[in-house]
DNA sequence: AAGGAACCCAACCGCAAACTT
DNA sequence: CAAGTTTGCGGTTGGGTTCCT
């Protein structure tokens, strides 16, 4: 059912995901965020201290950041909703369809728990033959009244309320406020700014942290780091130039 | 039971928008 | 403001599973 795995000219593993690849993604993601997508695979899986960086190397994702985006946002995204759709569900879909065509993330705004990606498929499996052989079905589910769609939405409000509310300018971009993704990871929005200040104030990213692998591997090497540095738990990793 | 067709869905690709420098 | 980078979206594909003959 999934894609065979391989490999890209740059050693980039494509196809199905093995759920040791989860659980770094899922891992790192729920401690950090997904702060750049880019990035992130060369730092998931690295939980261990920083002085371990070969380890580090051998341990981080081997995908690119788009395949780990797509992978946590369809799949391991802890509200994702699976299985079956509920009859009221496909109404909405059919009726959504109609209104807005083939926007199927906007469709999915609308669907708590569903994605894009999935609603993308099942309306190609199951939907589409049936409203072609069918075009009137759509008008024929005008008759259920708006509430439905309307509570599914005020539902996924709700869901989001304690974080989107609440964003400062600063954090303005997709890994913090407009996506739902990490909502569910804190129960209100104090835990996800204390979470967020935390973040912060991290190992690969505070500002005058090297970002990327390359950058903190020479960083590391001129001695450029003369402070302290904690992970989430208040391990510290050094407090000394590394010769 | 075998094999071919159809189905299904996870994942890839290309492109455009948004954002940063 | 231009160029470069990152993200998100929609279309498409690969290949495992199920169904049919």
């Not at 065979?4 to 050693?11: C, I, L, V, Y």
């Not at 997904?34 to 081997?62: M, V, Y």
């Not at 904690?230 to 000394?240: A, L, R």
Request: include cysteine; charged fraction near 25%; hydrophobic fraction near 30%.
């Amino acid at each position: 059912m999934v894609r065979a795995p391989s490999f890209d000219k740059n050693g980039l593993k494509k196809g199905a995901w093995s759920e040791e690849e989860d659980e770094k993604l899922r891992a790192y993601i729920q401690r950090y965020g997904h702060w750049n997508w880019r990035q992130l695979p060369k730092f998931a899986g690295k939980d261990e201290p920083l002085h371990t960086l070969t380890i580090f190397h051998l341990s981080g994702l081997s995908r690119c950041g788009k395949s780990c985006r797509l992978r946590w946002k369809n799949y391991l995204q802890p509200n994702v909703k699976r299985g079956n759709y509920s009859k009221q569900e496909v109404e909405l879909i059919l009726k959504l369809h109609d209104r807005l065509g083939t926007k199927w993330s906007a469709m999915a705004e609308k669907l708590p728990g569903r994605t894009d990606n999935e609603i993308k498929n099942y309306w190609h499996t199951h939907l589409k033959k049936r409203a072609e052989s069918n075009p009137k079905m759509n008008q024929a589910t005008e008759k259920f009244p708006e509430t439905a769609s309307e509570n599914m939405v005020s539902d996924n409000h709700c869901q989001q309320s304690s974080v989107s509310h609440h964003l400062p300018a600063e954090a303005s971009r997709e890994s913090f406020s407009s996506s739902n993704d990490d909502c569910s990871l804190f129960h209100s929005s104090e835990t996800f700014w204390e979470h967020i200040e935390d973040f912060w104030t991290k190992p690969f990213l505070a500002d005058h942290t090297p970002c990327s692998q390359d950058d903190f591997l020479s960083a590391l090497n001129e001695g450029e780091f003369t402070s302290s540095y904690y992970f989430c738990d208040g391990t510290e990793v050094f407090n000394q130039p590394m010769d």
